[in-house]
């Protein structure tokens, strides 16, 4: 899905390196079609990197797709440059009367936090109410999908004794879904973080759907039965290295942190690791855009409202 983003954003020199088709503004004013608009939430304090991760994963399809790059407004970012942050991205305040056809809410390293302790909770649950009448499907990730599922639903996130950390297998609940269009019964996906969802609560849930789950990671993927709203409890997004950074990152300042399973070859961290989940991240990515926003959103975007996202399928 061809994506047009600003000509100076650093994510385009990267994606363009890697062969993903990139738009220019020039060349999207002059398509006769109205793209999708796309709203990113990005709540992860390496913000430059998120981009270039989420912007290869939607970036491959016929469809035109506008980014909207929306920070917390009330937060002091401490690893994004102020500069890169002024150009590239909007408050809720300035977005908060326009539409969306989708929007992804990012995680965020504060999952060891209660979520009224998070200094931009209250400011993102205004953005999961908004979304529910100004967006077509959101895509809650990680910590962002704790939050979603806690806010709307009351689904409690639960501490674990030691932080999931690796690439696990998961399987399928739900064979004909669109979301699954094209997947194996099993798939990897990477995961990093120090809390866990009940499956019970989540199965018990009547306006929830058990997409996916993990017999060492648990919940994996859920559905909102009533909207076209997904959470997902790992990074499909990441990097090949990604968690070797961390990993590497946080042994080097002498926190204890254990090898991330099932991703270094026969778990050595001296070898370069082994990528697993790439391709039904890719599948995901491009189902979740054709099939849940592309194919019945409202041409005319103003007529996104409870009515036409409450048909979910």
Not at 31 to 48: C, G, H, S, W, Y
């Amino acid at each position: 899905m061809p994506i047009n983003i600003p000509a100076d954003l650093p994510a385009r020199s990267t994606l363009e390196e890697e062969n993903i088709f990139v738009m220019s503004e020039d060349r999207a004013t002059v398509q006769d079609i109205r793209p999708l608009e796309i709203a990113i939430v990005n709540l992860m304090p390496t913000k430059i990197a998120t981009e270039i991760q989420l912007l290869r994963l939607l970036g491959n399809s016929p469809v035109q797709v506008d980014i909207t790059l929306i920070k917390a407004e009330h937060h002091v970012s401490k690893n994004t440059p102020p500069a890169h942050l002024e150009r590239f991205y909007k408050t809720f305040s300035e977005i908060r009367r326009r539409k969306f056809d989708g929007m992804i809410i990012t995680g965020a390293p504060v999952e060891r936090l209660d979520f009224d302790e998070v200094d931009y909770w209250y400011e993102l649950a205004d953005i999961m109410d908004y979304s529910r009448t100004h967006v077509f499907s959101t895509l809650y990730i990680c910590w962002g999908a704790q939050a979603g599922l806690f806010h709307h639903f009351g689904v409690h996130k639960h501490p674990l004794p030691e932080k999931m950390f690796g690439v696990f297998p998961h399987m399928v609940r739900d064979r004909l879904n669109p979301i699954f269009r094209g997947f194996d019964d099993m798939f990897h996906l990477p995961h990093s973080r120090h809390t866990e969802l009940d499956l019970k609560a989540v199965q018990d849930h009547p306006d929830l759907e058990l997409l996916a789950d993990s017999p060492e990671a648990g919940v994996a993927i859920v559905k909102d039965r009533k909207r076209r709203q997904f959470f997902i409890t790992g990074h499909f997004e990441y990097d090949a290295d990604t968690l070797a950074r961390e990993y590497f990152r946080d042994k080097d300042k002498g926190l204890p942190i254990a090898v991330p399973r099932h991703y270094f070859p026969e778990d050595d961290p001296a070898r370069p690791p082994f990528v697993s989940w790439r391709a039904h991240a890719n599948l995901f990515f491009t189902n979740w855009l054709n099939f849940y926003v592309y194919q019945d959103t409202p041409f005319d975007i103003e007529r996104i409202g409870p009515e036409a996202n409450d048909k979910a399928q």
